[in-house]
């Protein structure tokens, strides 16, 4: 298995400690010396949208030995909040999938955020596997999180998969945001459910017809030149009025998208603020109606503070793929 890379006096200081507790497997151990017994190797980590890096991960820490029982630490809510940052998944969920893993043997709920002799004690764990990177602690125990296993020779490099991560999975679906939403709206959800407004709902389903409308212009460019090809015809003829054609007509129909979102949100607004002034008492007062319509306006207009948009948005919520596997 290799040197642990500590000092000799360290070394054989902890090889006495291991001996006595629970028949922990030696530090510098040769396969020839393993115990019977399977050894017991932890992994740790956040596990959000879990996906097939945290599997491989995790394969890797189960065949670090031919006889290995992995058990695997996943933090709760209220620890991932305060150290890392909001979660998609709850903590339920993700100790849900990672019992669905077949490299998992055990789920340890509630994992600490920093693991010390005493967790390796209660748990019997002869090493810990993880990739190798440094991860501030933010916790403030020490440099690393895994500074004190690495320190005592417990500690087992694993490899990271590159091009997926939860924050990568995060950033797919914020950066084609609206196309997610239309897909969900489509699907049977309401604009209540994804936090969008009234006039935000509008101006996306008239997008997404002129998305649709310019595709079909596309293949019928497609469509012409084939035929003007087929007939012997010199191409360009048939493309550049094609193309004059449809320009204009792309034009005035934006202009004509445009002019009819404001004119919706215009007439939502007014029609709003002439209601309010409807149910308004002589004295200046409002009766009791006035809260009806101050829902009214919440759904309709203030709702704009609350659904993504692009200037709006701030990835600060979601937490970076740094630190513990997210």
Not at 96 to 113: F, N
Not at 274 to 283: A, D, F, T, Y
Request: charged share 35%; net charge negative.
């Amino acid at each position: 298995m290799g040197e642990s890379g500590v000092g000799k006096a360290e070394e054989e200081s902890h090889a006495t400690i291991n001996a006595t507790k629970n028949d922990v497997v030696s530090t510098t151990a040769d396969s020839s010396s393993l115990p019977d017994r399977p050894v017991r190797v932890y992994a740790d980590g956040i596990y959000d949208l879990f996906h097939f890096g945290h599997a491989r991960s995790l394969e890797q820490a189960k065949k670090l030995f031919p006889n290995a029982y992995l058990l695997v630490g996943c933090c709760n809510d209220q620890t991932t909040h305060k150290y890392k940052g909001k979660t998609v998944m709850t903590a339920a969920e993700r100790y849900e999938s990672l019992r669905h893993c077949k490299w998992v043997d055990e789920v340890i709920p509630d994992a600490p955020w920093v693991i010390n002799q005493e967790f390796l004690d209660k748990n019997q764990i002869d090493y810990v596997a993880h990739d190798s990177l440094p991860y501030a602690d933010a916790s403030g125990a020490g440099k690393d999180v895994y500074e004190f296993v690495k320190a005592v020779g417990r500690f087992k490099e694993t490899k990271r998969t590159d091009g997926i991560s939860t924050s990568d999975v995060i950033m797919r679906v914020v950066k084609d945001y609206n196309q997610y939403v239309m897909r969900n709206l489509d699907r049977g959800y309401s604009r209540k459910d994804l936090n969008v407004s009234y006039v935000k709902e509008k101006r996306l389903r008239v997008n997404m017809r002129l998305k649709k409308f310019q595709e079909k212009v596309k293949e019928q460019q497609e469509k012409i030149q084939t035929v003007a090809k087929t007939a012997g015809m010199h191409p360009n003829i048939w493309v550049e009025n094609a193309d004059r054609w449809v320009a204009g007509f792309l034009e005035m129909f934006e202009e004509g998208c445009h002019k009819m979102g404001t004119a919706i949100r215009d007439r939502i607004q007014e029609s709003l603020i002439g209601e309010q002034v409807k149910v308004l008492l002589p004295n200046g007062h409002e009766t009791s109606s006035d809260n009806e319509y101050e829902e009214e306006e919440e759904d309709d207009n203030d709702d704009d503070v609350y659904y993504y948009d692009d200037e709006d948005f701030n990835d600060d919520e979601y937490y970076d793929s740094d630190g513990k596997n997210c």
